[in-house]
């Protein structure tokens, strides 16, 4: 070997070493933030150029640090923790979701991608255990969804609204409940499930498939009971999600919505316009229930969820096939004897419990005179 052979394998040596120092003290950066958001009681980690290294603590943005960041130190710090698939598709696209661990401290879900070309992060911390339905003050109604054995559940609300923790706390009460197959398809996998009564496969976006089509076709082939789809994203996942639906088995999916109306109009609309009357009268026959939540501050301190629920009855399937979608509010109180309840029963119900402030309920409330009707004095 000759000496500028030996000198550039030396120079290639300690630039290796050199990226080996960087990721460890990125990694040791992270666990630190990370370690105070948990020991904060925060729900997330948020790191943008130019900012500190902030956390998300009952809704407020509360900086961590005095320094701010640099695109580099995102980077170092997050691509060392993230698996290598996340790490591809990041340098490829400028965008990744994953789930990782740190001993000691938790899992985590990060997002991360770039604004105005530069790096920055999002990761939410995750409980370390599966979280039990009757743990997370959600309205006993809910508990329907559980004891449902066929048909499509959608779960609504907007980010940060609890979807994906009341997904699988309806997937931990399925596996307590019942001997099933659960297949769940994630991106990225949040809870990790133990097998219990029910035999629990968890397939995620990215590791074990390419993206969640091909994860469900392949799902449909494996014989399960339930279907868990992490989120609906497309007019193909949709389909299938329907069709698995139609044909036996048990869908539970979210989608970034903010009522039961908005819920169905987001599936037909996601189609061609010449499809949707066809795509209208398959929802009409496959939707069991509708759940939409949102979360709000506490009296207390801390965040109490609000609902709005349908179970799907005969009433709710014609407005959907005959795409009269303004009446669903309606025939959620009619079918209070199914389970249904308004988005201002529920607001109501936290009111007179004293966990909610009656001026946060009339903000939130979609139809306020029904709202101040429920909270009059009986």
């Known amino acids: 070997m000759s000496a500028a052979d030996v000198e550039a394998a030396d120079e290639e040596s300690r630039l290796g070493a050199d ?52 695109g580099p130190d995102i980077e170092r710090a997050v691509l060392a923790a993230v698996p290598p698939h996340a790490r591809e598709i990041y340098q490829r696209e400028g965008i990744a979701d994953a789930s990782f661990s740190l001993a000691g401290v938790g899992r985590f879900r990060v997002n991360l991608h770039r604004e105005r070309g530069r790096p920055a992060a999002t990761i939410r911390a995750l409980p370390r255990n599966v979280p039990r339905l009757s743990t997370l003050s959600l309205p006993p109604q809910v508990e329907h969804l559980a004891q449902l054995t066929r048909g499509l559940v959608l779960v ?50 990215g590791v074990d498939a390419p993206d969640y089509p091909t994860a469900l076709r392949a799902a449909l082939r494996q014989m399960p009971d339930v279907l868990i789809v992490g989120e609906m994203r497309d007019a193909e996942s949709m389909r299938l999600a329907l069709t698995a639906a139609e044909t036996g088995h048990l869908v539970i999916s979210t989608l970034h919505t903010t009522d039961v109306t908005s819920t169905v109009a987001r599936m037909a609309d996601s189609f061609p316009v010449e499809r949707q009357a066809t795509i209208r009268q398959e929802i009409s026959l496959a939707l069991s229930a509708v759940l939409i939540q949102a979360l709000l501050p506490r009296v207390s301190g801390g965040l109490v969820p609000a609902v709005e629920l349908l179970m799907v009855q005969y009433g709710a399937r014609q ?5 009269q979608l303004h009446h669903l509010h309606q025939e959620i109180t009619l079918t209070r004897r199914f389970g249904s309840l308004t988005f201002e029963e529920s607001l109501a119900s936290l009111v007179r419990a004293g966990h909610l402030d009656a001026e ?12 101040s009707r429920l909270m009059e004095p009986s």
């Open 156 to 205: 609504g609300g907007g980010t940060g609204s609890g979807k994906s923790t009341t997904l699988a706390a309806l997937v931990d009460e399925l596996n307590r409940r019942e001997a099933r197959h659960i297949i769940t398809i994630e991106d990225p996998i949040e809870y990790e499930h133990a097998h219990r009564r029910s035999l629990v496969e968890q397939v995620e976006i």
């Open 319 to 323: 407005h959907i096939r005959k795409n």
């Open 360 to 371: 946060v309920a009339r903000e939130r409330a979609a139809h306020p005179e029904e709202l």
């Open 19 to 70: 990226d080996v120092v960087n990721a460890t003290t990125g990694t040791n950066r992270l666990e630190a933030w990370l370690r105070q958001v948990v020991l904060r009681g925060g729900s997330d980690l948020l790191l943008v150029v130019n900012a500190p290294p902030s956390a998300r603590i009952d809704k407020r943005i509360v900086p961590m640090a005095d320094d701010t960041l640099a």
